[in-house]
């Protein structure tokens, strides 16, 4: 939900002005935790957005920088992608098409 509504209307980070403005977020219900990161897409009308799954035994240290560095969006049960993630992400430049 979080992810879809970014999409729908934007992301807009502490720096508007930033084109690397985003957020990682840290979800937990006491059975599961997810980090959710987020940036603008380069247009101010969308976003590109990944969460990943904590796996048991794992933690996660978040600080000012994002963390997830590998994503398989097909992995529903450990992963979970924008829209079209990684074509929108080459298409604006931010990744070079090697390695997900």
């Known amino acids: 939900t979080?992810?879809?509504?970014?999409?729908?209307?934007?992301?807009?980070?502490?720096?508007?002005?930033?084109?690397?403005?985003g957020e990682c977020i840290i979800l937990a219900d006491g059975k599961e935790l997810w980090v959710f990161e987020i940036t603008g897409?380069?247009?101010?009308m969308g976003a590109f957005w990944a969460a990943k799954r904590v796996q048991d035994g794992q933690v996660v240290?978040?600080?000012?920088?994002?963390v997830i560095r590998e994503v398989?969006?097909?992995?529903?049960?450990?992963?979970?992608?924008s829209t079209d993630l990684l074509a929108r992400a080459k298409q604006a430049g931010v990744w070079d098409g090697k390695g997900a």
């Open 2 to 21: 979080m992810g879809s509504l970014a999409e729908k209307y934007g992301f807009y980070g502490e720096d508007p002005g930033a084109g690397g403005a």
């Open 61 to 66: 240290a978040s600080a000012n920088n994002f």
């Open 41 to 44: 897409d380069g247009t101010g």
């Open 72 to 81: 398989k969006c097909d992995d529903s049960e450990h992963v979970r992608c």
